[in-house]
């Protein structure tokens, strides 16, 4: 755990404040001492609800390794991951996280997530958004053809 890059990622985070580029979040990936990938929320600017700060890093990051998967990686995030962000983070299964901001900091300043983990503890058909499974023959179909494909990339 390095200072200096939560102190980057901090001032991702405040620099896109001061140009109006977004929420107050920034993240930086890093491997071996090197910055590999680094984001700030965009989710106003560019109308993508899944642009945060830790998503963007990883999605950068990804693409500077030419890889779905940063093992041997660390996450400097500005604030406490939120639930989308925290799977993104372990889809690509950094050795570690590190966080400065709390999310009840993060709460404080109008960014709550607390609905998403008490949505996420219920059960589906109690939650408020309407989630419903749809079967009809063959449904099933794409696990059925990646358990029989040779092709696969296992992640």
Same mark, same amino acid.
């Given at each position: 755990? !390095?200072?200096?890059?939560?102190?980057?990622?901090?001032?991702?985070?405040?620099? $896109?404040? !001061?140009?109006?580029?977004?929420?107050?979040? &920034?993240?930086?990936?890093?491997?071996? &001492?090197?910055?590999?990938?680094?984001?700030? $929320?965009?989710? #106003?600017?560019? $109308?993508?609800?899944?642009?945060?700060?830790?998503? @963007?890093?990883?999605? $950068?990051?990804?693409?500077?390794?030419?890889?779905?998967?940063?093992?041997?990686?660390?996450?400097?995030?500005?604030?406490?991951?939120?639930?989308?962000?925290?799977? =993104?983070?372990?889809?690509?299964?950094?050795? =570690?996280?590190?966080?400065?901001?709390?999310?009840?900091?993060?709460?404080?300043?109008?960014?709550?997530?607390?609905?998403?983990?008490?949505?996420?503890? !219920?059960?589906?058909?109690?939650?408020?958004? #309407?989630? !419903? @499974?749809? @079967?009809?023959?063959?449904?099933?179909?794409?696990?059925?053809?990646?358990?029989?494909?040779?092709?696969?990339?296992?992640?």
């Amino acid at each position: 755990m !390095k200072l200096e890059f939560m102190k980057m990622a901090v001032e991702l985070a405040v620099n $896109n404040v !001061k140009t109006n580029n977004g929420g107050p979040f &920034g993240a930086v990936v890093v491997r071996d &001492g090197k910055v590999i990938g680094e984001g700030c $929320n965009q989710v #106003t600017v560019i $109308n993508d609800p899944t642009a945060h700060a830790e998503v @963007q890093a990883i999605r $950068n990051a990804c693409k500077h390794v030419n890889d779905f998967q940063l093992a041997d990686c660390e996450i400097y995030t500005s604030c406490e991951p939120c639930p989308m962000c925290m799977g =993104a983070i372990y889809w690509a299964r950094p050795k =570690a996280v590190y966080f400065a901001a709390t999310k009840k900091e993060a709460a404080d300043a109008g960014f709550d997530d607390a609905f998403i983990y008490q949505e996420l503890d !219920k059960p589906i058909e109690k939650r408020k958004l #309407t989630i !419903k @499974q749809m @079967q009809f023959e063959k449904y099933n179909l794409p696990f059925v053809s990646w358990l029989e494909t040779d092709k696969k990339v296992e992640y």
